[in-house]
């Protein structure tokens, strides 16, 4: 009652509803009735639309036991618990109230299993555009891709787009760097024909500093979805020279290992098909001296090899490329590592081809070859590379030097081991 009176703007209503909170009568009641599920479901929803976060609940009669259910009603993901809650919400015509809860209680961890899994239920349901409206969706689309299923996600932005003119809403707005996983998503659900979104997204991405290039190279935010999905609706679009400005300082801190994470923002590949070739050519001779210029006593990172060894491809070749060339081939087979030797297995098969002899004249090059092969001790894996890397620049492939021991002394009856 007091719920209704409240909703309906009647003086003194929601100061009620607050003292019988704050003085512990409402709790005291939700224990009294645990059992009452439907009862329970909007008492709990009357606590947490009046007082979120549940603090300051005083020692009254049983208030206490009843704290205790509606925290256990927080941490449901009961089906009939969360069915009982969501009817309420579907009662008042409240379901904005959800995400008020959310916002109070949130932390590192996420909504609370109750919100959580409420917020999945009418995603589900035909209720859906009543809880996530378009501006719900550019608030806050990164809490819902967490709580929701992929698909699920999915299919809320794609019926956003058709129906509720979700594109229209971020156009409006402007362009956010920091949404660029929002706008992969609706990239990918968009159909072709919508070339306005597309248009104005292209020219979003080309308005990007240097700088702000770097802070998405460092993070692991949307920016792989980001250009991935740019790139399937407009295969013509081509970065500017903020980006390719960008890479080669990002390469500098990653060669030596200063900056890694896991899954790196951005694949090479999606590079060579989104920087022009003539920016392309500049950037294999900025790699290739990066590399080269790495101290002898720092290891070149393998995720360096892992991210821009494809992109380590002038064209031609200037005198420095080929200093640098030798410089990293003689280092990597020296420390022997899985990816920098299979990044140089291709460098060499690739120099075959345009029959290029820069590693094949080089003595020291395919001498640390064969002392490479010469281990017993290498993977499996950097021995297949290294002999094809033999193969490739005429070196003679050694067998592996395996110690010997002496088999041990049968002895004749009557002698001993000092004999």
């Known amino acids: 009652?007091?719920?209704?009176?409240?909703?309906?703007?009647?003086?003194?209503?929601?100061?009620?509803?607050?003292?019988?909170?704050?003085?512990?009568?409402?709790?005291?009641?939700?224990?009294?009735?645990?059992?009452?599920?439907?009862?329970?479901?909007?008492?709990?929803?009357?606590?947490?639309?009046?007082h979120p976060t549940l603090d300051g609940v005083p020692q009254a009669g049983q208030?206490?036991?009843?704290?205790?259910?509606?925290?256990?009603?927080?941490?449901?993901?009961?089906?009939?618990?969360?069915?009982?809650?969501?009817?309420?919400?579907e009662l008042r015509q409240d379901?904005?109230?959800?995400?008020?809860?959310?916002?109070?209680?949130?932390?590192?961890?996420?909504?609370?299993?109750?919100?959580?899994?409420?917020?999945?239920?009418?995603?589900?349901?035909n209720r859906w555009p009543q809880l996530i409206t378009t501006d719900v969706i550019a608030e806050r689309w990164d809490e819902l891709e967490d709580e929701l299923r992929e698909k699920l996600f999915s299919n809320v932005i794609k019926e956003s787009i058709k129906?509720?003119?979700?594109?229209?809403?971020?156009?409006?707005?402007?362009?956010?760097?920091?949404?660029?996983?929002?706008?992969?998503?609706?990239?990918?659900?968009?159909?072709?024909?919508?070339?306005?979104?597309?248009?104005?997204?292209?020219?979003?991405?080309?308005?990007?500093?240097k700088e702000e290039?770097?802070?998405?190279?460092?993070?692991?935010?949307?920016m792989a979805n980001f250009l991935s999905a740019l790139a399937s609706k407009e295969p013509t679009f081509r970065l500017n020279s903020s980006f390719a400005d960008a890479l080669p300082e990002f390469a500098a801190k990653l060669v030596t290992a200063e900056e890694i994470s896991d899954t790196l923002s951005?694949?090479?590949?999606?590079?060579?098909?989104?920087?022009?070739?003539?920016?392309?050519?500049?950037?294999?001779?900025?790699?290739?001296?990066?590399?080269?210029?790495?101290?002898?006593?720092?290891?070149?990172?393998?995720?360096?090899f892992e991210v821009f060894g494809d992109l380590m491809e002038p064209s031609p070749m200037s005198n420095d490329d080929r200093d640098h060339i030798k410089t990293i081939a003689n280092r990597v087979v020296t420390r022997g590592e899985p990816l920098a030797i299979e990044w140089l297995k291709n460098k060499v098969n690739a120099l075959r081809e345009q029959n290029n002899p820069l590693l094949n004249t080089d003595d020291t090059f395919r001498r640390r070859i064969q002392d490479a092969l010469a281990s017993?001790?290498?993977?499996?894996?950097?021995?297949?590379?290294?002999?094809?890397?033999?193969?490739?620049?005429?070196?003679?492939?050694?067998?592996?030097?395996?110690?010997?021991?002496?088999?041990?002394?049968?002895?004749?009856?009557?002698?001993?081991?000092?004999?």
């Not at 290039?213 to 949307?222: A, F, I, K």
């Open 63 to 89: 208030s206490q036991e009843g704290l205790g259910v509606a925290e256990d009603w927080l941490a449901t993901e009961e089906p009939k618990k969360v069915n009982s809650f969501c009817q309420v919400l």
């Open 376 to 419: 017993q001790d290498l993977d499996q894996n950097v021995r297949t590379f290294l002999n094809e890397i033999a193969i490739a620049v005429n070196v003679d492939i050694p067998k592996p030097e395996v110690d010997v021991e002496a088999p041990d002394k049968v002895l004749t009856e009557g002698e001993s081991e000092d004999d």
């Open 266 to 304: 951005i694949k090479s590949r999606m590079w060579q098909k989104s920087l022009p070739s003539e920016l392309l050519a500049h950037l294999a001779s900025q790699l290739l001296g990066i590399a080269a210029r790495v101290p002898s006593e720092q290891d070149i990172s393998e995720v360096f």
């Open 213 to 222: 290039w770097l802070t998405q190279l460092r993070s692991q935010d949307g």
């Open 1 to 50: 009652m007091l719920l209704d009176l409240k909703s309906l703007g009647i003086p003194n209503a929601p100061e009620t509803l607050d003292q019988i909170i704050k003085d512990g009568h409402l709790f005291h009641c939700m224990y009294l009735f645990r059992n009452k599920q439907e009862l329970v479901a909007t008492l709990v929803y009357a606590a947490l639309v009046t």
């Open 163 to 209: 129906s509720y003119q979700l594109c229209e809403k971020l156009m409006a707005q402007g362009f956010k760097l920091e949404d660029a996983g929002l706008y992969s998503h609706v990239l990918n659900s968009t159909e072709d024909s919508f070339h306005n979104f597309v248009g104005w997204y292209s020219q979003g991405v080309l308005g990007l500093s």
């Open 95 to 125: 379901y904005k109230s959800l995400f008020e809860i959310a916002d109070a209680r949130h932390d590192q961890d996420g909504y609370d299993p109750l919100i959580a899994m409420s917020v999945k239920s009418i995603a589900e349901s």
